[in-house]
């Protein structure tokens, strides 16, 4: 009986190592079948086409410059969070999404940045972001009808830099603020930010943009029903809004 019972424990334990080992060799073909279909894909699937959605500004052979790709490439020679990173070197890329297919098309679909502003710095003007990020120098004989930021040094002023970016922001998007002109934002504290529109200078201080535009453009039709000539309106003040005739002494 005790014999019958050893064999009996014998035999589970051949066949349980029989099943070790079916288990181990198949986990062993599956690794070589991986890493040879692996160097495979590597070493023998090539790029035979780079195809770009999205890019408006960036040209296409600007963007192949940028990821360092082109045809005759492994496909998975440069991995996708690489040629993101590239892309991204440039400012005009917020983001990117990259696809590589198996045909070895490779294809890429970008979101450039959206210029908002023209920044002036010592008479040379450059196209800016919504968060003030400076994309690229403006071409001579561009025209672009866009406010500009003058006479704030994004460097040291940052702080007022940044306050006329997000004023630019609300303009941006607020397209009910009409103008016949350039207009232009200055100041050196968020305090101080000053609009030109239409030759009239408007203090808008800082904060409360989206409220400040709306009384401006009460203000103004005011002082066209009115044809009042204005030297500047004071927005900066939460209960009372200054209008300063052409001509009149300060203080009157």
């Known amino acids: 009986m005790n014999i019958n019972r050893r064999n009996l424990r014998s035999l589970q ?13 198949l986990f062993l073909i599956f690794v070589i079948a991986f890493s040879a279909a692996y160097f495979l894909i590597k070493n023998h699937m090539l790029v035979r086409d780079i195809a770009f959605e999205g890019n408006h500004h960036l040209k296409n052979d600007e963007l192949k410059s940028l990821i360092k790709l082109k045809n005759g490439d492994e496909l998975f020679g440069i991995s996708g ?6 892309l991204k070197s440039s400012p005009w890329i917020r983001d990117a999404v990259i696809k590589k297919e198996l045909s070895g098309r490779v294809l890429i679909n970008v979101t450039e940045a959206v210029p908002v502003a023209i920044l002036s710095i ?3 003007p450059y196209l800016i972001d919504r968060e003030g990020n400076i994309l690229e120098p403006m071409k001579e004989g561009t025209v672009l009808f866009l406010p500009v930021i003058k006479d704030i040094d994004y460097k040291n002023n940052r702080e007022a830099y940044l306050e006329a970016v997000r004023f630019v922001d609300v303009l941006h ?14 100041g050196q504290r968020p305090e101080d930010i ?3 529109l239409d030759n009239i200078s408007i203090k808008i201080g800082a904060g409360d943009f989206d409220k400040k535009l709306e009384r401006l453009e009460f203000v103004r039709d005011e002082i066209e029903k009115r044809n009042m000539s204005v030297e ?20 009157e």
């Open 194 to 196: 000053t609009l030109k």
């Open 13 to 25: 334990r051949k066949k349980e190592s029989k099943k070790i080992k079916f288990v181990v060799f």
């Open 173 to 186: 998007n607020k397209r009910g603020v009409s103008y016949d002109g350039t207009i232009e934002i200055t």
């Open 232 to 251: 500047y309106i004071d927005l900066r003040f939460a209960n009372k809004i200054i209008v300063k005739p052409a001509g009149s002494v300060e203080g």
């Open 81 to 86: 969070r690489e040629l993101y990173k590239r």
């Open 122 to 124: 010592a008479g040379r």
